[in-house]
């Protein structure tokens, strides 16, 4: 199917994009890295969210060590703690540690566990335990967990796996301050492959029952939360309804975090400060209060897509905050198709701007559309937390761009080779009409300029090869001196034909009548630019020097201007030897031609007079191969 060139171009930009959609609707494997780098240059260069200020974080810090002792403190001390925080006015306490073993310390009397206990029995306090998924480690010390009494509504297809990981055993507190505390959740929050945490389970399965994560927990029992749902959209999605506010979540219940900022974004507050009442009450007033530890050797930290050196705890606090502000970063229901739906409007638009444009508007406007792809994308993300990755869009916009530039430009490349192949066409044409019109007028100055090309051609190919006429004599202008050659005496039209064709010599009269047709030829070519508006044309220049200075000689008798030596253009010289070699071996009709080898020794014997030495030099290199070329005609 012969296209025309500009849908052609059309067509090189459209189809990239169509196969970079085929990957955005799939998202392959490979493409991963590229994927996370995507969306964490994003979270990185887009403003982070103010915090909702109902968020604290009590820090087990250095300076709580030197104050109180070594880790783990007694439990009568976590006991204490909890106590000071209640009185503060905090309005639900969770504990980001795991208390599985009974205390060290026996005081003798009441054990701290059960000073503990008593605590977190008067309400408002969650505990923390972790999940294993090793199949071959399962369950075996008895543990209390709360599980979620929750409605799961599936969309259509009920043969969809849960959506939550299935635990295979517990790593818990006592079961004596679990049942005291009434409400725990999970700590567990894994990083993603390469080690980055961008995403928080909140919900998980064992032993068939549904459990909370501690950030959820802890948001439930300070919101008080009573209805509690999940809605399965399909394999990669859904989303958690907690009394009527929908927490959007991935195809395993996950959250994308949307973090607040580097590490110790929220406030925290040493443990030591709160034990010795040094904080002012509105600091915990009607808040959430994470306890937790950062002290060197006891604190658990991650790397997230902003931060290498992420406290534990503070996952747990940004959880809870992303709860409070209904502030998640979530992927459209559908985001694979929406992304490959901008991927090929993009393409189709790139298309046209490049097709309407040229390649450097449509340059510009490629690199405006990239602009607005990532901007626009940090704006969504900032504005209403919904991640479209620009990365396949962007993938479309250069590929449409490169493909469409490349067929642009081969196209022009192909445009300039047939303007230039018509060029030459044209050139060919010119010299072969005005060589058929000096055959007309006279056949043999015909035929003779028609030998001197292919001498000329040899001669210059020659010449070429001394080093003071190797830069001007190119490849491509010694074809242009062999093509222009048969037109060095068209001038002869001009002349006479009873002077043409007169079998005996010339009067002065007539010879001096013979030597204008050098100035007949340069007029003829010169009217030619005139007519055309052609000006500084080098293949016109060329051709006027061959006309006019081929009767040049080198010691300046030659005519018409009596030029001198390095005075005569390079294509007269050359000219020169060809047009007396032909002239001397060619038969007239009022002598007979000389013999090759008299020939050479006729234009040798003109070295430095009537010829350029080193022309006469490489013409007496090339002889042979003249004489060869002269014998079909001779």
């Given at each position: 199917?012969?296209?025309?060139?500009?849908?052609?171009?059309?067509?090189?930009?459209?189809?990239?994009?169509?196969?970079?959609?085929?990957?955005?609707?799939?998202?392959?494997?490979?493409?991963?890295?590229?994927?996370?780098?995507?969306?964490?240059?994003?979270?990185?260069?887009?403003?982070?969210?103010?915090?909702?200020?109902?968020?604290?974080?009590?820090?087990?810090?250095?300076?709580?060590?030197?104050?109180?002792?070594?880790?783990?403190?007694?439990?009568?001390?976590?006991?204490?703690?909890?106590?000071?925080?209640?009185?503060?006015?905090?309005?639900?306490?969770?504990?980001?540690?795991?208390?599985?073993?009974?205390?060290?310390?026996?005081?003798?009397?009441?054990?701290?566990?059960h000073v503990l206990a008593q605590t977190?029995?008067?309400?408002?306090?969650?505990?923390?335990?972790?999940?294993?998924?090793?199949?071959?480690?399962?369950?075996?010390?008895?543990?209390?967990?709360?599980?979620?009494?929750?409605?799961?509504?599936?969309?259509?297809?009920?043969?969809?796996?849960?959506?939550?990981?299935?635990?295979?055993?517990?790593?818990?507190?006592?079961?004596?301050?679990?049942?005291?505390?009434?409400?725990?959740?999970?700590?567990?929050?894994?990083?993603?492959?390469?080690?980055?945490?961008?995403?928080?389970?909140?919900?998980?399965?064992?032993?068939?029952?549904?459990?909370?994560?501690?950030?959820?927990?802890?948001?439930?029992?300070?919101?008080?939360?009573?209805?509690?749902?999940?809605?399965?959209?399909?394999?990669?999605?859904?989303?958690?309804?907690?009394?009527?506010?929908?927490?959007?979540?991935?195809?395993?219940?996950?959250?994308?975090?949307?973090?607040?900022?580097?590490?110790?974004?929220?406030?925290?507050?040493?443990?030591?400060?709160?034990?010795?009442?040094?904080?002012?009450?509105?600091?915990?007033?009607?808040?959430?209060?994470?306890?937790?530890?950062?002290?060197?050797?006891?604190?658990?930290?991650?790397?997230?897509?902003?931060?290498?050196?992420?406290?534990?705890?503070?996952?747990?606090?940004?959880?809870?905050?992303?709860?409070?502000?209904?502030?998640?970063?979530?992927?459209?229901?559908?985001?694979?198709?929406?992304?490959?739906?901008?991927?090929?409007?993009?393409?189709?638009?790139?298309?046209?701007?490049?097709?309407?444009?040229?390649?450097?508007?449509?340059?510009?406007?490629?690199?405006?559309?990239?602009?607005?792809?990532?901007?626009?994308?940090?704006?969504?993300?900032?504005?209403?937390?919904?991640?479209?990755?620009?990365?396949?869009?962007?993938?479309?916009?250069?590929?449409?761009?490169?493909?469409?530039?490349?067929?642009?430009?081969?196209?022009?490349?192909?445009?300039?080779?047939?303007?230039?192949?018509?060029?030459?066409?044209?050139?060919?044409?010119?010299?072969?009409?005005?060589?058929?019109?000096?055959?007309?007028?006279?056949?043999e100055t015909g035929r003779h300029s028609?030998?001197?090309?292919?001498?000329?051609?040899?001669?210059?190919?020659?010449?070429?090869?001394?080093?003071?006429?190797?830069?001007?004599?190119?490849?491509?202008?010694?074809?242009?001196?062999?093509?222009?050659?048969?037109?060095?005496?068209?001038?002869?039209?001009?002349?006479?034909?009873?002077?043409?064709?007169?079998?005996?010599?010339?009067?002065?009269?007539?010879?001096?009548?013979?030597?204008?047709?050098?100035?007949?030829?340069?007029?003829?070519?010169?009217?030619?630019?005139?007519?055309?508006?052609?000006?500084?044309?080098?293949?016109?220049?060329?051709?006027?020097?061959?006309?006019?200075?081929?009767?040049?000689?080198?010691?300046?008798?030659?005519?018409?201007?009596?030029?001198?030596?390095?005075?005569?253009?390079?294509?007269?010289?050359?000219?020169?030897?060809?047009?007396?070699?032909?002239?001397?071996?060619?038969?007239?009709?009022?002598?007979?031609?000389?013999?090759?080898?008299?020939?050479?020794?006729?234009?040798?014997?003109?070295?430095?007079?009537?010829?350029?030495?080193?022309?006469?030099?490489?013409?007496?290199?090339?002889?042979?191969?003249?004489?060869?070329?002269?014998?079909?005609?001779?």
């Amino acid at each position: 199917m012969n296209l025309p060139p500009r849908r052609r171009v059309l067509l090189s930009g459209v189809l990239p994009a169509l196969v970079v959609a085929t990957l955005s609707l799939y998202h392959p494997v490979v493409l991963q890295n590229l994927e996370t780098s995507t969306y964490d240059r994003l979270v990185r260069n887009t403003p982070p969210r103010p915090l909702g200020g109902r968020v604290v974080i009590v820090d087990v810090d250095e300076r709580s060590l030197a104050s109180v002792g070594q880790w783990p403190w007694r439990r009568d001390v976590i006991a204490r703690l909890v106590s000071a925080l209640r009185d503060l006015g905090t309005a639900t306490v969770a504990l980001d540690v795991i208390f599985a073993e009974a205390d060290r310390y026996d005081g003798g009397g009441e054990s701290t566990d059960h000073v503990l206990a008593q605590t977190l029995g008067e309400g408002g306090v969650v505990v923390g335990y972790a999940l294993t998924f090793d199949p071959s480690s399962p369950q075996s010390t008895p543990c209390v967990q709360h599980p979620l009494g929750l409605a799961i509504v599936r969309r259509g297809d009920d043969a969809l796996e849960d959506p939550f990981f299935e635990a295979s055993g517990v790593v818990c507190s006592l079961p004596l301050l679990a049942q005291a505390a009434g409400a725990s959740g999970f700590l567990n929050a894994a990083p993603d492959s390469d080690g980055r945490l961008r995403r928080v389970p909140l919900l998980a399965s064992y032993r068939d029952r549904v459990y909370p994560g501690l950030g959820l927990a802890t948001v439930m029992a300070a919101t008080r939360t009573k209805d509690v749902s999940l809605r399965v959209i399909n394999v990669n999605a859904s989303s958690l309804t907690l009394d009527g506010r929908t927490v959007p979540l991935d195809g395993k219940s996950n959250a994308l975090l949307r973090y607040r900022g580097r590490k110790r974004t929220f406030p925290y507050v040493s443990a030591a400060d709160v034990l010795s009442g040094k904080t002012a009450p509105e600091v915990f007033k009607d808040k959430i209060a994470f306890v937790g530890t950062t002290a060197l050797g006891t604190r658990e930290v991650v790397a997230t897509p902003i931060d290498t050196l992420f406290a534990g705890v503070e996952v747990q606090a940004t959880v809870a905050d992303n709860l409070l502000q209904h502030d998640f970063i979530h992927r459209p229901e559908h985001g694979n198709l929406v992304e490959t739906q901008i991927v090929v409007a993009l393409g189709i638009v790139a298309a046209l701007l490049v097709g309407r444009l040229g390649l450097v508007w449509g340059g510009v406007g490629f690199a405006a559309g990239l602009a607005a792809l990532w901007g626009g994308s940090m704006l969504l993300l900032w504005s209403t937390g919904m991640f479209i990755s620009p990365l396949y869009p962007s993938f479309a916009l250069m590929a449409s761009f490169a493909t469409m530039a490349v067929a642009q430009i081969t196209l022009e490349r192909n445009r300039a080779d047939e303007a230039g192949h018509d060029k030459v066409t044209t050139q060919r044409l010119m010299v072969q009409a005005l060589l058929s019109l000096t055959e007309v007028r006279h056949a043999e100055t015909g035929r003779h300029s028609r030998r001197t090309q292919e001498y000329a051609r040899i001669l210059a190919r020659q010449l070429a090869t001394h080093p003071e006429y190797r830069g001007y004599l190119t490849p491509e202008r010694i074809d242009l001196l062999a093509s222009l050659a048969p037109l060095h005496d068209i001038g002869k039209v001009g002349i006479p034909d009873e002077l043409l064709n007169k079998p005996g010599a010339l009067t002065d009269d007539e010879v001096k009548e013979m030597r204008k047709h050098p100035a007949h030829g340069r007029d003829v070519i010169v009217h030619a630019e005139q007519d055309v508006g052609k000006r500084d044309d080098v293949i016109l220049a060329m051709a006027k020097d061959i006309v006019y200075t081929h009767h040049e000689k080198w010691d300046g008798t030659g005519y018409p201007q009596g030029l001198r030596g390095t005075s005569i253009p390079i294509a007269g010289r050359l000219m020169a030897l060809v047009d007396v070699y032909d002239a001397v071996t060619s038969r007239r009709v009022y002598r007979e031609p000389m013999s090759h080898e008299d020939a050479v020794a006729f234009i040798v014997s003109g070295r430095g007079t009537h010829f350029d030495p080193s022309v006469v030099d490489a013409f007496v290199k090339v002889a042979r191969d003249v004489e060869r070329l002269s014998r079909p005609s001779a």
